[in-house]
């Protein structure tokens, strides 16, 4: 069974404007943490921001933020004022502490900013 | 500079063969990991280490052995490679996720054909 799920397998944006990346996951612990990365197109993978299970505060880094709703086990990551350069692949993983803080992956957001 | 690197970055194999993946890391991070990534999939945890002389298995690893000789070098060993086993492989580097954030950090990743 798909522990973490990314159901919009594209998506498409103009330069400039808000895009919202959706992702449900599964867990029954207390303590983990949702991460999200951005895969590049030559395949890096870079790391951009993290929510707590125990911070109610949705975290922001830059221009990436999240709308975390803890109750219904569902995470969004927020780009604002999207920019061609923001092209690529968005996956957003499950950690939890009893796993030692293993990654289990989405299937990823392929996310195209048109200029 | 990178402070993930792995070897090869290509390589082409022929079914029974063995292969050996190679990752070396420079961030000092006790676990490493080991993914596999291919489409409709994400990227799948395939064997990880949480220090020298340490392997665990992840959620696929029939088909695959893993060394961790020291703490910066872990590698994969296909022993007896199959088709089925053609895909990027990405090794990673993390903190214990206590007092840390539990952030991984990916090394360029190698494209594995197996002919």
């Known amino acids: 069974a798909q522990r973490v799920t990314q159901v919009q397998p594209t998506g498409s944006s103009q330069w400039g404007e808000e895009v919202t990346l959706d992702c449900s996951y599964e867990t029954s612990e207390y303590f983990y943490r949702i991460f999200w990365y951005r895969q590049l197109f030559s395949g890096e993978m870079v790391f951009l921001i993290y929510q707590p299970s125990f911070d109610t505060q949705n975290q922001r880094s830059g221009r990436y933020s999240v709308v975390f709703q803890k109750s219904f086990k569902s995470i969004s990551l927020v780009i604002s004022a999207s920019q061609p350069e923001d092209s690529g692949t968005y996956f957003c993983?499950?950690?939890?502490?009893?796993?030692?803080?293993?990654?289990?992956f989405g299937t990823g957001t392929s996310l195209l900013v048109d200029p | 500079e990178a402070a993930v690197t792995q070897s090869p970055r290509n390589k082409v194999a022929v079914t029974g063969g063995k292969v050996t993946l190679s990752c070396n890391q420079t961030n000092n991070h006790n676990n490493m990991y080991w993914y596999r990534q291919d489409t409709g999939h994400g990227l799948r945890l395939i064997h990880y280490?949480?220090?020298?002389?340490?392997?665990e298995k992840g959620d696929i690893p029939d088909g695959y052995k893993a060394s961790r000789p020291s703490q910066e070098n872990f590698s994969l060993i296909l022993e007896l490679a199959t088709p089925s086993q053609t895909s990027v492989y990405f090794c990673?580097?993390?903190?214990?996720?206590?007092?840390?954030?539990?952030?991984?950090?990916f090394g360029p990743g190698t494209r594995l054909t197996v002919l």
């Open positions: 993983a499950l950690s939890e502490l009893i796993m030692g803080y293993k990654l289990t």
């Open positions: 280490s949480y220090g020298a002389g340490s392997t």
């Open positions: 990673a580097s993390g903190d214990r996720g206590l007092g840390g954030l539990g952030e991984q950090y």
